[in-house]
Nanobody
């Protein structure tokens, strides 16, 4: 069973915007102050890649070079939620987007280091 649930995906034209959300699937899910919450994506036929992340304690943010200046990650400690605001979307942003949790901010590009995942939400950028 997935411990996180993503929403907000859809079809959007190039240059458009979308905001993805991620919440725990149960009330028992804990995000510790040392954790990093992140977004990954997996384009068709490609490996899963890190997109953005935020540390729970300090709200420190990290982005892949391909999305810097276009995507913004937010955290809401009250609701244990994170979101990904995506602007100026490009066809190459088309992918399944996943939310994930890691114990800390290090080695954040390595998907195998994350211990909790959602099932993903599809984002398609096309005219």
């Amino acid at each position: 069973q997935a411990q996180l649930v993503e929403s907000g995906g859809g079809l959007v034209e190039p240059g458009g915007s979308l905001t993805l959300s991620c919440v725990p699937s149960t009330q028992n899910f804990v995000i510790y102050s040392s954790n990093l919450m992140a977004w990954f994506r997996q384009p068709p036929g490609k490996e899963r890649e890190f997109v953005a992340g935020v540390t729970w304690r300090n709200n420190e943010k990290f982005y892949a070079d391909s999305v810097k200046g276009r995507f913004t990650v937010f955290r809401d400690a009250h609701y244990n939620a994170i979101s990904l605001q995506m602007k100026n979307l490009k066809p190459e942003d088309t992918a399944i987007y996943y939310c994930a949790r890691k114990s800390d901010k290090y080695n954040r590009n390595d998907a195998s280091k994350f211990d909790a995942w959602g099932r993903g939400t599809q984002v398609t950028v096309s005219s």
